[in-house]
């Protein structure tokens, strides 16, 4: 009997996470369940009939959401001849120019000839007729229909055109591969064939005739009620103001013709910015018009507990296989676990596609390497997929101060923070003599009575001495009377320290010696995005090991701990600076100067005016979600790439 772990390493099974790519998902994991939104979409349609005009939908979603998938899963599902409804797929031309009613009828097309309508179409229409046996009988055929009008059903014998297109376009009829290459491989179709005009329509109001007409015509002859044109993923298209105006046409167009409202509803997906952004570019009439035609179906993300079960499945499916040949492991999960499949899956925003991707690629790499690896430790994943390692996203900031917390809880102390910041500074002591300054850090450091947490001395090349005291607290409660004192007391036995305050709640409020007060450097507590960054910082080590990290981008996250470098190596006495750039101030002025002339900015403009202006030692993502809290405290409105300042709504 083999082990699981043999069994997983072997590259001849097939990987337990399946391959990509993941564009029909529901084909290798089953349908994932959207009943909600089923149901909501289903409502529109159904509203449409019974009212006999069509509507917009947007079925609005980030990447990797399942929009796709579940469109499918719509037109396996419910259309003809499941339901009275024919729903046709295509997906958004990469150029807009294209996305015309001639690409429309084109793909309408393409959708009848492989539906069971053409076949349906096909028999009712030679009901009262000898079928064709060969090309012969196929040009005999349509000869004789235009002689005997009366033998078709009723209602359709105005539609020659159709009904010529469907006998022509079929086996026995001789034209029958020059219409599935054109349809299918979209092969160049000759002149000669007598249904080319048919087929090919490059007049716009020539192709909006003929979709009416086939429309009417499936009513007719097949009890075809409405039909619903899907037009998947509009984030394909640039965003910029000439493609907003030039979709807003192509809707409006749509929307003015009403034989074409009458029997057509338009589906278009893609993601909420998007729409967002194409919303906000029209004027307020302009939004009226397309809000009155117009329902939204929100796509949220795949909750996180279904992926989990998901993920689940897949394994349970694979260990199965060899039921009673091997004995699984007991983790549901094999390698993983449910906290880090949790954490992978909302790092990369519950991009359902992307996740799986990962996962198997996990997967290959331990057979890879031949060599079983358990990724049971979310630092394991942040080491093996973080791509700004100077940043921290929410669920990573969420997850830093979450774990900081945890660990000083279990210990019941700090300590272990003063150890790793002093031997991240000694570690940097070759970084700071290549710049004429040199430092050395200790960690619980004996100083007359007491002890500094971390002392940090520094020597400069013109043989200035001073030393740092950090002093830090990571505790709930306000740091005491007692505390505070000691620590001025060290400041009084020597006139070159400074004292530098890390803490998690605010200080005691004393009165302090107005010179005494010019060497705290810092007295104000960590904000939770600071508090975030001290925690990744002092894992540093452990995740990635110092000697594998950039020593500019170990700076960086110093700064961004809270930590104020340039501070410390400046401080007051050893400075002729009168005036220091505080990042809050200027992030408030910079988005006050640009709400004046204009409606939003982008983050990464304001990023850039703050480079400009000295500010060039933050990472985008600690600049970024630092403008959303400032933003949003002086009621603007920051979404993910944009400071909105005049509001409007949608």
């Known amino acids: 009997m083999k082990s699981w772990e043999e069994i997983l390493l072997d590259k001849n099974i097939p990987n337990p996470i399946p391959p990509p790519p993941y564009a029909d998902l529901d ?54 001849k499941k339901s009275d409804v024919l729903y046709v797929f295509m997906n958004f031309p990469q150029n807009l120019s294209e996305l015309n009613f001639s690409f429309i009828y084109k793909n309408f097309i393409k959708e009848f000839f492989f539906s069971d309508a053409i076949s349906d179409a096909y028999n009712k229409i030679l ?8 090309e012969e009988d196929v040009v005999r055929l349509t000869n004789d229909i235009k002689i005997n009008l009366e033998k078709l059903p009723q209602g359709i014998s105005n539609n020659l055109g159709i009904i010529k297109f469907i006998i022509l376009s079929l086996i026995p009829s001789p034209y029958f591969y020059d219409t599935y290459n054109y349809i299918y491989n979209d092969e160049e179709l000759s002149e000669d064939i007598p ?33 619903v044109l899907i037009i998947d993923d509009f984030d394909i298209l640039d965003r910029d103001e000439k493609v907003f105006r030039s979709l807003y046409k192509t809707l409006m167009s749509f929307r003015n013709n009403q034989e074409l409202l009458n029997n057509f509803s338009l589906i278009f997906s893609g993601s909420l910015d998007f729409y967002s952004d ?9 939004r009226g018009r397309i809000e009155n035609w117009m329902y939204k179906i929100f796509f949220e993300s795949f909750e996180t507990d279904d992926f989990i079960n998901l993920i689940k499945c897949a394994f349970s499916k694979f260990w199965n296989k060899f039921d009673g040949e091997i004995i699984p492991p007991e983790n549901n999960f094999t390698v993983f676990n449910k906290e880090t499949l949790s954490f992978i899956y909302e790092y990369e925003n519950k991009d359902l596609r992307d996740v799986l991707r990962k996962l198997y690629d996990l997967v290959e790499k331990i057979r890879e390497n031949g060599k079983i690896v358990f990724y049971q430790d979310i630092k394991s994943f942040i080491k093996d997929f973080k791509k700004d390692k100077i940043g921290l ?14 660990k000083v809880k279990l210990e ?7 150890k790793e910041i002093a031997f991240i500074f000694n570690h940097l002591k070759n970084y700071f003599k290549s710049q004429k300054i040199f430092i050395e850090a200790n960690d ?56 530098y305050w890390i803490t998690k709640s605010p200080l005691d409020k004393i009165k302090i010696d107005s010179e005494i007060e010019k060497r705290i450097l810092r007295e104000r507590k960590l904000d939770d995005l600071e508090f975030a960054y001290l925690s990744y910082l002092i894992h540093i080590p452990e995740i990635y090991g110092l000697e594998n990290f950039d ?60 480079v400009e202006r000295g500010l060039k030692n933050y990472s985008k993502d600690f600049v970024f979600m630092k403008v959303d809290k400032i933003a949003e405290d002086i009621g603007f409105k920051p979404t993910k790439d944009t400071v909105r300042f005049k509001i409007k709504e949608i």
């Open 27 to 80: 084909e290798k994991f089953g349908f994932i369940n959207r009943e909600k939104e089923e149901n909501e979409l289903l409502r529109f349609i159904n509203k449409a009939k019974v009212e006999n005009k069509g509507f917009l939908i947007f079925l609005l979603g980030n990447q990797g959401k399942g929009k796709t998938t579940f469109l499918r899963h719509i037109k396996e599902k419910h259309s003809y």
């Open 127 to 134: 009901s009262n007729f000898e079928k064709p046996k060969n």
């Open 195 to 227: 249904i080319y005009n048919f087929l090919i329509e490059t007049n716009e109001s020539i192709a909006i005739t003929k979709l009416v007409r086939f429309s009417k015509f499936l009513k007719n002859l097949l009890n075809i009620n409405h039909i």
């Open 278 to 286: 194409f919303i906000q570019s029209l004027s307020q009439n302009e």
């Open 393 to 406: 996203n929410t669920i990573e900031v969420k997850y830093f101060i979450n774990e900081l917390e945890k």
């Open 412 to 418: 019941k102390s700090s300590q272990f923070i003063n």
């Open 444 to 499: 619980e450091e004996k100083i007359s009575d007491g002890k500094a947490d971390v002392l940090l001395k520094i020597t400069k090349e013109d043989g200035k001495h001073y030393e740092v005291i950090f002093e830090i607290k990571i505790k709930e409660s306000q740091v005491n009377y007692s505390d505070i004192e000691s620590r001025i007391k060290m400041l009084k036995e020597s006139e070159n320290r400074y004292l």
């Open 551 to 610: 020593l500019d981008s170990l700076i960086t996250i110093i700064k961004q701990s809270g930590i104020d470098l340039d501070l410390i190596l400046n401080p007051p006495e050893f400075t002729l600076l009168t005036h220091r750039i505080d990042l809050n101030d200027e992030i408030r002025k910079i988005l006050f100067e640009l709400s004046e002339y204009q409606s939003y900015t982008k983050k990464e403009t304001l990023y850039k005016k703050l």
